[in-house]
């Protein structure tokens, strides 16, 4: 576990049991009831279920949801703070219909509401949402059926929220309004001049491309006037980007929306509901720093800055205090979701044995990288490996130009990579290893294929190289002695996992365990349940992975609720136009041709047809 360093991330909810096995805590705090993930992975494939999987565990998203709400309760009840906490869940973070019903279903204690973006989002919210006391935010640009949609909603009973992301949407709300005889709920996204660091920020701060500046604000105040609709004005929203990794930053920012706030209600605006936005960061490599994987607070931490600054400055200005709305993606689900997959193989740096005796036709560069071998020591590894850079790069050259035979050159790579291995070992001594050596490691390290796509199951770690912890599921009481990274199976470089968590900040390779013959190996990422699934594609056309939901009981009993067969080959196929029927008939075609010209018997097209139409049928991933 410590070297995973899984209690460092895993935030109570996962751990190693003595068996080796990655174990689950559905309840949080490292309590109750332990599931081994592995055992989960059999029950799977009893079931017929190939990886990779994406296990979802239902208790964790409610776990999530209540450890927020009473967090914010706690923070309200010990400050005595006079409004109430509503959170809210953009949908954007991640849209699949199961994980927005167990939402609005594990949240409809706490009236947690969903926020929208888009008319698709808000139909969707509109479907899973039952609670009319819990908000329903829609920021995004709103065209008319948008907001007449949101106008229905109102008109049902839902506290729809229209948050002006821009100042000319307001007189569309107002006609559309009018129309429908709807009186709107307004709120304004304001642009503050705090902006946060960390990776997803780029959305806060004066520059950002969303919000209102605080001259078209007092503008939207005065054209409510004018309309007599300043009571329809009651919230103020701003959002300074996701993940957040410094609470000085949560706190600015707070700040400044509090003064506006209290400026909106000294206008006469009706005001109640003040909408902080996303941007409580998940602790991705337990580091607890404001790194940007990371974040250098908790979440009662979170809760009670806010409550405080916000009575801070409200009581300053004697105006009452507002509902805190805050719209946590990432922290809610990050931690529900996990890409569970097997190994398929692993390619090692092989050097084998080098001849005692070159010939004597051996060309010069091989010899002198012979020679650089056999006189390293301590005092010159940075030469040495100047010096096997420079007469492996000679070797390819004289290839290219036909000087050297294919024989040779592979002699040649063989010296450089036993000249690279016994660096990585004498480096070892070296209290300063210089920048070049130290890659080695990497360079060296083994290449295990695992039976995922990048882009489809984890698009940030290949977009913006964001850290995902990833652990071997089990054999956690062998010490793995292997380095190596990960490579999907996509025919891509690009497809592949070479920086992971370590307690000493990241590194470039994952300590894993030898494959034995006839037994899976199985890896897992852990805390992908935020934004990966919809922003991943169908890169060499690897589709939707199979996707389980467990739920565990007190006694520690658990069932699979939900379980969704991943794309086929006819379903990914279909997604780029190609229609599946069509192309089964022009295979039959191609088949009958081969027939005509003698190149296969009608029985043998029977079975190629066979073959394409279960291809068809089949999971896009390696079947084994
Ligand atoms: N609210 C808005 C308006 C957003 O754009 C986002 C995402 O960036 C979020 C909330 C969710 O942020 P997070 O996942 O950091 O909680």
Same mark, same amino acid.
């Given at each position: 576990?410590?070297?995973?360093?899984?209690?460092?991330?895993?935030?109570?909810?996962?751990?190693?049991?003595?068996?080796?096995?990655?174990?689950?805590?559905?309840?949080?705090?490292?309590?109750? /009831?332990?599931?081994?993930?592995?055992?989960?992975?059999?029950?799977?494939?009893?079931?017929?279920?190939?990886?990779?999987?994406?296990?979802?565990?239902?208790?964790?998203?409610?776990?999530?949801?209540?450890?927020?709400?009473?967090?914010?309760? +706690?923070?309200?009840?010990? !400050?005595? #703070?006079? =409004?109430?906490?509503?959170?809210?869940?953009?949908?954007?973070?991640?849209?699949?219909? &199961?994980?927005?019903? +167990?939402?609005?279903?594990?949240?409809?204690? %706490?009236?947690?509401?969903?926020?929208?973006?888009?008319?698709?989002?808000?139909?969707?919210?509109?479907?899973?949402?039952?609670?009319?006391?819990?908000?329903?935010?829609?920021?995004?640009?709103?065209?008319?059926?948008?907001?007449?949609?949101?106008?229905?909603?109102?008109?049902?009973?839902? +506290?729809?929220?229209?948050?002006?992301?821009?100042?000319?949407?307001?007189?569309?709300?107002?006609?559309?309004? @009018?129309?429908?005889?709807?009186?709107?709920?307004?709120?304004?996204?304001?642009?503050?001049?705090?902006?946060?660091?960390?990776?997803?920020?780029?959305?806060?701060?004066?520059?950002?491309?969303?919000?209102?500046?605080?001259? *078209?604000?007092?503008?939207?105040?005065? &054209? !409510?006037?004018?309309?007599?609709?300043?009571?329809?004005?009651?919230?103020?929203?701003?959002?300074?980007?996701? &993940?957040?990794?410094?609470?000085?930053?949560?706190?600015?920012?707070?700040?400044?929306?509090?003064?506006?706030?209290?400026?909106?209600?000294?206008?006469?605006?009706?005001?109640?509901?003040?909408?902080?936005?996303?941007?409580?960061?998940?602790?991705?490599?337990?580091?607890?720093?404001?790194?940007?994987?990371?974040?250098?607070?908790?979440?009662?931490?979170?809760?009670?800055?806010?409550?405080?600054?916000?009575?801070?400055?409200?009581?300053?200005? $004697?105006?009452?205090?507002?509902?805190?709305?805050?719209?946590?993606?990432?922290?809610?689900?990050?931690?529900?979701?996990?890409?569970?997959?097997?190994?398929?193989?692993?390619?090692?740096?092989?050097?084998?044995?080098?001849?005692?005796?070159? /010939?004597?036709?051996?060309?010069? /560069?091989?010899?002198?990288?012979?020679?650089?071998?056999?006189?390293?020591?301590?005092?010159?590894?940075?030469?040495?490996?100047?010096?096997?850079?420079?007469?492996?790069?000679?070797?390819?050259?004289?290839?290219?130009?036909?000087?050297?035979?294919?024989?040779?050159?592979?002699? =040649?790579?063989?010296?450089?990579?036993?000249?690279?291995?016994?660096?990585?070992?004498?480096? *070892? @001594?070296?209290?300063?290893?210089?920048?070049? !050596?130290?890659?080695?490691?990497?360079?060296?390290?083994?290449?295990?294929?695992?039976?995922?796509?990048?882009? &489809?199951?984890?698009?940030?770690?290949?977009?913006?190289?964001?850290?995902?912890?990833?652990?071997? !599921?089990?054999?956690?009481?062998?010490?793995?002695?292997? *380095?190596?990274?990960?490579?999907?199976?996509?025919?891509?470089?690009?497809?592949?996992?070479?920086?992971?968590?370590? /307690?000493? $900040?990241? +590194?470039?390779?994952?300590?894993?365990?030898?494959? @034995?013959?006839?037994?899976? #190996?199985?890896? $897992?990422?852990?805390?992908?349940?935020? %934004? *990966?699934?919809?922003?991943?594609?169908?890169?060499?056309?690897?589709?939707?992975?199979?996707?389980?939901?467990?739920?565990?009981?007190?006694?520690?009993?658990?069932?699979?609720?939900?379980?969704?067969?991943?794309?086929?080959?006819?379903?990914?196929?279909?997604?780029?136009?190609?229609?599946?029927?069509?192309?089964?008939?022009?295979?039959?075609?191609?088949?009958?041709?081969?027939?005509?010209?003698?190149?296969?018997?009608?029985?043998?097209?029977?079975?190629?047809?066979?073959?394409?139409?279960?291809?068809?049928?089949? %999971?896009? %991933?390696?079947?084994?």
């Amino acid at each position: 576990a410590e070297l995973y360093g899984i209690r460092n991330w895993g935030a109570g909810y996962f751990d190693v049991a003595q068996s080796g096995d990655v174990v689950v805590y559905p309840f949080g705090d490292n309590r109750g /009831p332990a599931v081994s993930i592995p055992e989960i992975i059999r029950g799977m494939r009893e079931r017929g279920y190939d990886m990779p999987v994406l296990l979802r565990i239902e208790n964790i998203l409610d776990s999530q949801i209540t450890s927020l709400h009473q967090s914010f309760r +706690k923070a309200i009840g010990s !400050l005595g #703070y006079k =409004g109430e906490y509503r959170g809210i869940f953009p949908i954007k973070v991640n849209q699949q219909q &199961q994980v927005v019903e +167990k939402i609005a279903q594990f949240g409809s204690r %706490y009236h947690h509401g969903l926020e929208v973006g888009s008319k698709a989002e808000l139909i969707a919210a509109v479907s899973q949402l039952r609670d009319h006391e819990a908000c329903l935010v829609c920021n995004g640009y709103k065209d008319e059926e948008f907001i007449d949609l949101g106008l229905h909603a109102v008109r049902m009973g839902y +506290k729809c929220f229209f948050v002006l992301e821009m100042a000319s949407e307001l007189p569309l709300i107002l006609e559309r309004s @009018k129309c429908l005889g709807v009186r709107p709920l307004i709120g304004v996204r304001a642009k503050l001049s705090v902006k946060a660091g960390g990776h997803w920020t780029d959305s806060g701060g004066e520059r950002s491309t969303f919000g209102l500046t605080t001259a *078209q604000i007092v503008d939207v105040v005065d &054209q !409510l006037k004018d309309h007599d609709m300043l009571d329809c004005f009651q919230l103020l929203h701003y959002h300074l980007g996701s &993940q957040v990794p410094n609470i000085r930053d949560i706190r600015a920012a707070v700040m400044e929306a509090c003064r506006i706030y209290g400026g909106l209600v000294a206008e006469g605006a009706a005001m109640g509901f003040l909408d902080l936005g996303g941007g409580l960061a998940v602790d991705y490599d337990g580091s607890h720093t404001n790194y940007v994987s990371s974040r250098n607070y908790s979440l009662d931490e979170y809760c009670a800055d806010i409550i405080e600054a916000v009575m801070n400055i409200l009581d300053e200005e $004697g105006i009452a205090h507002p509902h805190i709305v805050t719209e946590s993606g990432r922290a809610t689900v990050a931690y529900y979701s996990m890409l569970l997959f097997n190994i398929l193989d692993v390619s090692r740096v092989e050097i084998g044995n080098l001849p005692d005796i070159l /010939p004597d036709d051996c060309p010069e /560069p091989v010899r002198n990288m012979r020679e650089a071998l056999a006189g390293l020591t301590l005092r010159n590894l940075q030469e040495c490996y100047n010096d096997a850079v420079y007469y492996r790069d000679e070797v390819r050259q004289q290839f290219l130009t036909g000087r050297i035979t294919l024989r040779e050159r592979t002699l =040649g790579e063989r010296y450089f990579w036993a000249i690279m291995k016994r660096i990585a070992q004498e480096k *070892q @001594k070296l209290k300063h290893v210089p920048k070049d !050596l130290a890659e080695i490691d990497v360079a060296l390290a083994d290449i295990y294929y695992g039976n995922f796509s990048v882009f &489809q199951s984890l698009p940030d770690s290949w977009a913006i190289d964001q850290l995902f912890p990833v652990v071997p !599921l089990h054999r956690l009481n062998e010490l793995p002695s292997r *380095q190596g990274i990960l490579s999907d199976i996509t025919c891509d470089s690009d497809g592949r996992i070479d920086h992971f968590i370590d /307690p000493q $900040g990241v +590194k470039g390779t994952l300590d894993l365990h030898p494959l @034995k013959d006839g037994e899976e #190996y199985y890896l $897992g990422v852990f805390l992908v349940g935020a %934004y *990966q699934e919809t922003l991943g594609d169908l890169h060499n056309l690897l589709g939707d992975t199979n996707v389980v939901s467990v739920r565990v009981h007190e006694d520690g009993s658990y069932e699979f609720v939900r379980e969704l067969r991943g794309d086929s080959v006819a379903d990914i196929l279909s997604y780029v136009e190609y229609d599946p029927r069509r192309i089964i008939d022009d295979i039959r075609e191609a088949a009958e041709q081969a027939v005509r010209e003698g190149r296969i018997t009608p029985s043998d097209r029977y079975r190629v047809m066979q073959a394409y139409e279960d291809g068809l049928r089949g %999971y896009t %991933y390696f079947e084994r």
